[in-house]
């Protein structure tokens, strides 16, 4: 049974750019959360996706954008990337209880 | 809101010797609280819950934590570690089942030979 897949591992982009993430759930469950991780910082909540719709919010900006598809795997859009953007981006995918996090994407922008 | 304060930033200790990585939380309501562990650059891996019932939960690898309602607490512990130990552990509490998680800033476990 696969575990939570992020792809890609790592990617490179420009300031201004615009950059697509993509996360498969664990089998079975129907909810995704993506969190953004800082070198050297915790992990922080961007949004929450369920039923193909965003449940819940972080205090993230609106170039900051997702969607779930019926199968329940999930992107992460971020448009007019920052340096402040670069990051670990972890995926967690969960079914009303626990949630289990993906390896995570790495993201540099230059 | 809610919050987690790790109150040691780093913790070196030998190996096999014992280790308590300490955790408080914030809160007004009932809370769910995690500990989850980040291995050099990989993402995060679960390592126990507590949800309800049993203050003494035991998770992967030889872990188990207390949780203490009146102390706010949510120490992490293990009678011995060994190198393989190494890496970031994050204290994290969330309102509600499957509900955003809120971490702490993280306890990086340095192994000394």
């Known amino acids: 049974d696969a575990g939570v897949t992020q792809s890609p591992t790592h990617l490179i982009k420009t300031r201004g750019q615009q950059v697509t993430l993509r996360c498969s759930p664990k089998?079975?469950?129907?909810?995704v959360s993506w969190y953004q991780q800082a070198l050297g910082q915790e992990p922080q909540f961007i949004f929450q996706?369920?039923?193909?719709?965003?449940?819940q919010r972080g205090n993230f900006p609106d170039r900051f954008s997702g969607h779930q598809f019926p199968n329940y795997s999930s992107e992460l859009n971020v448009n007019a990337l920052l340096l402040g953007d670069s990051a670990l981006y972890l995926c967690a995918s969960s079914l009303g209880d626990i949630q289990y996090f993906g390896a995570g994407t790495r993201l540099s922008v230059l | 809101a809610q919050s987690v304060t790790q109150l040691d930033s780093q913790v070196p200790v030998f190996e096999e010797a014992p280790v308590e990585l300490r955790c408080n939380y914030s809160s007004s309501v009932s809370v769910y609280l995690f500990w989850y562990v980040q291995y050099p650059n990989q993402g995060l891996q679960l390592l126990l819950k507590y949800l309800s019932g049993s203050t003494l939960v035991k998770g992967i690898n030889g872990f188990e934590a207390e949780f203490n309602k009146s102390q706010t607490s949510f120490h992490l512990r293990k009678p011995s570690v060994h190198i393989s130990d190494t890496a970031e552990y994050f204290c994290a509490v969330s309102p509600n089942r499957d509900d955003k998680i809120i971490f702490g800033k993280g306890t990086r476990l340095h192994i000394l030979p």
């Open positions: 996706y369920y039923e193909e719709e965003e449940r």
């Open positions: 089998s079975g469950h129907d909810t």
